[in-house]
C-alpha cells in the first residue's frame, strides 16, 4: 500500500484568511481524494483529484471555497479559503486502492479557525 | 452505493471477542463489503475486505450471510488498543470507487 505524508498536521487560523494542505505519496497514484471529517462525525468527500484535469466536486462543495492543484502523480493541495469557524475540521486525503489493502489515507490535518 | 447501517457505539471489555454488524440491504451484485478502523487523529484504515461466505485475516473475521443484506465484523479477544471507530463500506471492488463512509461504530473497550 502506499504512503501518505499529510502537512501540517495541523493548524490555527484567523478567519477571513486561507490555509492550503499537502499530500505527498511516496508512489505514482491516478486518483487522489480530499476528505473532510468535522468533530465527531463521519468523513465526507470533498473532491476527488485526478492528475492532468480539474477536480471533481461532491454536492455542498465548490472550487472557489476548496481549490485543489494535483500538479503529478505523487501530489495534491487543498486549500481551504476565506475561512470561517465552521471550517474548522480535520481534512484528510486518500489515494486510490493499490493491491489488496484498500484505500490509505493520511494523517489529517486538524484545522481550528478561530 | 448502498446505504450501510451500524450501531452507534459498543463497549466491551479487555479479551472477549466483539461481533459488530452492519446492514446493506440493498447491496448490488457487483458489490463487495469492505471494513475500516480509524484511531483518534489518525486517518481510516483498511481491515478486510469480502464478498462472500467467510473471510479471515490476522487482525479479524467477517462472516457474510448467502442473501449479502448484512455482514458481521468479528475482533477476537479485544484490547485497549482496540479502541477505535469501525466503518462498513459497500461499494464495488475498483480502484478508482470513492468510498462514502456511514456513522460507522465507536468501540470502547474496558479494561
Known amino acids: 500500500s502506499a504512503v501518505i505524508s499529510q502537512k501540517p498536521s495541523r493548524d490555527i487560523c484567523q478567519r477571513g484568511t486561507s490555509l492550503t494542505i499537502q499530500c505527498q505519496v511516496d508512489?505514482?497514484?491516478?486518483?487522489m481524494f480530499w476528505y473532510r471529517q468535522q468533530p465527531g462525525q463521519s468523513l465526507t468527500l470533498i473532491a476527488t483529484?485526478?492528475?492532468?484535469?480539474?477536480?471533481?466536486?461532491e454536492s455542498g462543495f465548490v472550487i472557489d471555497k476548496f481549490p485543489i492543484s494535483r500538479p503529478n502523480l505523487t501530489f495534491s493541495t487543498l486549500t481551504v479559503s476565506n475561512m470561517s469557524p465552521e471550517d474548522s475540521s480535520i481534512y484528510l486525503c486518500?489515494?486510490?486502492?493499490?493491491?489488496?489493502?484498500?484505500?490509505?489515507f493520511g494523517s489529517g490535518t486538524r484545522l481550528t479557525v478561530v | 452505493l448502498a446505504k450501510t447501517t451500524q450501531p452507534i457505539s459498543m463497549d466491551s471489555y479487555e479479551g472477549q471477542e466483539v461481533n459488530i454488524t452492519c446492514s446493506h440491504n440493498n447491496i448490488a451484485t457487483n458489490d463487495y463489503i469492505t471494513w475500516y478502523q480509524q484511531f483518534p487523529s489518525q486517518g481510516p484504515r483498511f481491515i478486510i475486505q469480502?464478498?462472500?461466505t467467510k473471510v479471515t485475516n490476522e487482525v479479524a473475521s467477517l462472516f457474510i450471510p448467502a442473501d449479502r443484506k448484512s455482514s458481521t465484523l468479528s475482533l477476537p479477544r479485544v484490547s485497549l488498543s482496540d479502541t477505535a471507530v469501525y466503518y462498513c463500506?459497500?461499494?464495488?471492488?475498483?480502484?478508482?470507487?470513492?468510498?462514502?463512509f456511514g456513522t460507522g461504530t465507536r468501540l470502547l473497550v474496558s479494561p
Open positions: 486518500s489515494v486510490e486502492k493499490i493491491g489488496r489493502d484498500g484505500y490509505t
Open positions: 463500506l459497500v461499494g464495488d471492488d475498483l480502484s478508482f470507487q470513492k468510498l462514502v
Open positions: 469480502g464478498y462472500k
Open positions: 483529484a485526478n492528475q492532468g484535469s480539474e477536480a471533481t466536486y
Open positions: 508512489s505514482q497514484v491516478t486518483m
